[in-house]
Antibody, heavy 121, light 106 residues
Framework: EVQLLESGGDLVQPGGSLRLSCAAS????????MSWVRHAPGKGLEWVST????????YYADSVKGRFTISRDNSENTLYLHMHSLRAEDTAIYYC??????????????WGQGTLVTVSS | EIVLTQSPATLSVSPGERATFSCRAS??????LAWYQQKPGQAPRLLIY???TRATGIPARFSGSGSGTEFTLTISSLQPEDFAVYHC?????????FGGGTKVEI
């Protein structure tokens, strides 16, 4: 059974940093691209970032480019999102999601339950 | 960036009725579109990919159609558990984008 468990969400001040983690199990982690998607209050889903299976290729939304970094540890089956220079508009539930195919940038067939990031002074 | 526009924003229907809602892309995306269902307090669940292929375990009452810029999700006979928000997503090109969602309510 595929399981994705996010952690690391917290209340942080504007300009602060945070690292989110996503522990994966139930599938061959290194064979699939993985993504972060966020859901801000009252808004639609927003794709944040994707990492290819081996981590060599990464993609970012313009809204987070230069501030967020996606990485993965395939030996630990864990995906990360390093978040810096956080802004109020980054406040959202952050979901970790598995891409359905090996190719990065496709539909996402499994999602974690999310972790809440609140950016406020 | 490809903008996805979902309509209507809210759809009021009764159990047993048919529900149809749309997702329009600002540029042609072939059939590179997925649909997700999200219930309050839960993560999104993949329903449809490649515009019309049901994901594993998704009931046959859910169907998707369309290609290019116009897409439709149909629920043939609404069940109580189908009241939720439905999101479309394109993966034809970066950045991946989602529509604003359609809320299906009683």
């Amino acid at each position: 059974e595929v399981q994705l468990l996010e952690s690391g969400g917290d209340l942080v001040q504007p300009g602060g940093s945070l690292r989110l983690s996503c522990a994966a199990s139930g599938f061959t982690f290194s064979s699939f691209a993985m993504s972060w998607v966020r859901h801000a209050p009252g808004k639609g889903l927003e794709w944040v970032s994707t990492s290819s299976g081996n981590g060599d290729n990464t993609y970012y939304a313009d809204s987070v480019k230069g501030r967020f970094t996606i990485s993965r540890d395939n030996s630990e089956n864990t995906l990360y999102l390093h978040m810096h220079s956080l802004r109020a508009e980054d406040t959202a539930i952050y979901y970790c999601a598995k891409d359905r195919r090996t190719l990065a940038g496709t539909e996402m067939d499994f999602w974690g339950q999310g972790t809440l990031v609140t950016v406020s002074s | 960036e490809i903008v996805l526009t979902q309509s209507p924003a809210t759809l009021s229907v009764s159990p047993g009725e048919r529900a149809t809602f749309s997702c329009r892309a600002s540029q042609a995306i072939d059939n590179n579109l997925a649909w997700y269902q999200q219930k309050p307090g839960q993560a999104p669940r993949l329903l449809i990919y490649e515009a019309s292929t049901r994901a594993t375990g998704i009931p046959a009452r859910f169907s998707g159609s369309g290609s290019g810029t116009e897409f439709t999700l149909t629920i043939s006979s609404l069940q109580p558990e189908d009241f939720a928000v439905y999101h479309c997503q394109q993966y034809d090109r970066w950045p991946l984008t989602f529509g604003g969602g359609t809320k299906v309510e009683i």
